[in-house]
């Protein structure tokens, strides 16, 4: 059982939005701006998309949106791409030196 | 750039030991933090702990205390993870990832991980 409480698919078509949330507690998603985003494709290691709470790195498109509230972190993607269908990770810093993961969320693109 | 290369399979007997190792290149070793991940076939991640290169400070996750030892080669920029008493539950994908430490001792870091190294397959099997 993880950590940090993610849907475990979601879905949509080519050109839609989906959401995919991220549940913790106040010690974790809940604590700071400590929530980031990691996408998965098979086979591949994770990819970081998001940064404290809503930073995106360079490269990542700003279809990929993210915001918090309260203990629960959200990841939008709008405008799907066939390339996003893949595996999406939230992660939360938590104590000192300690991290939570969610359980992952499988995107389909249809 | 920055780049962290994972050693090869493994192969291994319950009950026995594995070391996989992270070498780094493109920054100086200190300057980020190690952690290891894991993820077991078809299921999520799993971070497994921490560690400081400059002063081989760790922080394992507890349910793997007294069965894991990550250390540090800072002559080779190297990270290493070490796991005991293997059981086929072990067997995963084990990545390591890098953490920017604001100063040598990581006292103050980016809680997050840009760089990651291409995992190690390891299958514990009889």
Same mark, same amino acid.
């Given at each position: 059982?993880?950590?940090?409480?993610?849907?475990?698919?979601?879905?949509?078509?080519?050109?839609?939005?989906? #959401?995919?949330?991220?549940?913790?507690?106040?010690? %974790?998603?809940?604590?700071?701006?400590?929530?980031?985003?990691?996408?998965?494709? @098979?086979?591949?290691?994770? +990819?970081?998309?998001?940064? /404290?709470?809503?930073?995106?790195?360079?490269?990542? @498109? /700003?279809?990929?949106?993210?915001? +918090?509230?309260?203990? !629960?972190?959200?990841?939008?993607?709008?405008?799907?791409?066939?390339? %996003?269908?893949?595996?999406?990770?939230? *992660?939360?810093?938590?104590?000192?030196?300690?991290?939570?993961?969610?359980?992952?969320?499988?995107?389909?693109?249809? | 750039?920055?780049?962290?290369?994972?050693?090869?399979?493994?192969?291994?007997?319950?009950? #026995?030991?594995?070391?996989?190792?992270? +070498?780094?290149?493109?920054? #100086?070793?200190?300057?980020?933090?190690?952690?290891?991940?894991?993820?077991? @076939?078809?299921?999520?991640?799993?971070?497994?702990?921490?560690?400081?290169?400059?002063?081989?400070? !760790?922080?394992?996750?507890? +349910?793997?205390?007294?069965?894991? !030892?990550?250390?540090? /080669?800072?002559? =080779?920029?190297?990270?290493?993870?070490?796991?005991?008493?293997? =059981?086929?539950?072990?067997?995963?994908?084990?990545?390591?990832?890098?953490?920017? *430490?604001?100063?040598?001792? *990581?006292?103050?870091?980016? !809680?997050?991980?840009?760089?990651?190294?291409?995992?190690?397959?390891?299958?514990?099997?009889?």
């Amino acid at each position: 059982q993880s950590a940090l409480t993610q849907p475990r698919s979601v879905s949509g078509s080519p050109g839609q939005s989906v #959401t995919i949330s991220c549940t913790g507690t106040s010690n %974790d998603v809940g604590g700071g701006s400590y929530v980031s985003w990691y996408q998965q494709h @098979p086979g591949k290691a994770p +990819k970081l998309i998001i940064y /404290d709470v809503v930073k995106r790195p360079s490269g990542v @498109p /700003d279809r990929f949106s993210a915001f +918090k509230s309260g203990n !629960t972190a959200s990841l939008t993607i709008s405008g799907l791409q066939a390339d %996003d269908e893949a595996d999406y990770y939230c *992660c939360s810093y938590g104590a000192r030196y300690t991290w939570v993961l969610g359980g992952g969320t499988k995107l389909t693109v249809l | 750039q920055v780049q962290l290369l994972q050693s090869g399979a493994e192969v291994q007997k319950p009950g #026995t030991s594995v070391k996989v190792s992270c +070498k780094a290149s493109g920054y #100086t070793f200190i300057n980020y933090g190690i952690i290891w991940m894991r993820q077991a @076939p078809g299921q999520e991640l799993e971070w497994m702990g921490w560690i400081t290169p400059y002063n081989g400070y !760790t922080n394992y996750a507890q +349910k793997l205390q007294g069965r894991i !030892t990550m250390t540090t /080669d800072t002559s =080779t920029s190297t990270a290493y993870m070490e796991l005991r008493s293997l =059981t086929p539950d072990d067997t995963a994908v084990y990545y390591c990832a890098a953490a920017f *430490c604001f100063s040598a001792t *990581c006292s103050s870091i980016k !809680t997050y991980f840009e760089h990651w190294g291409q995992g190690t397959l390891l299958t514990v099997s009889s």
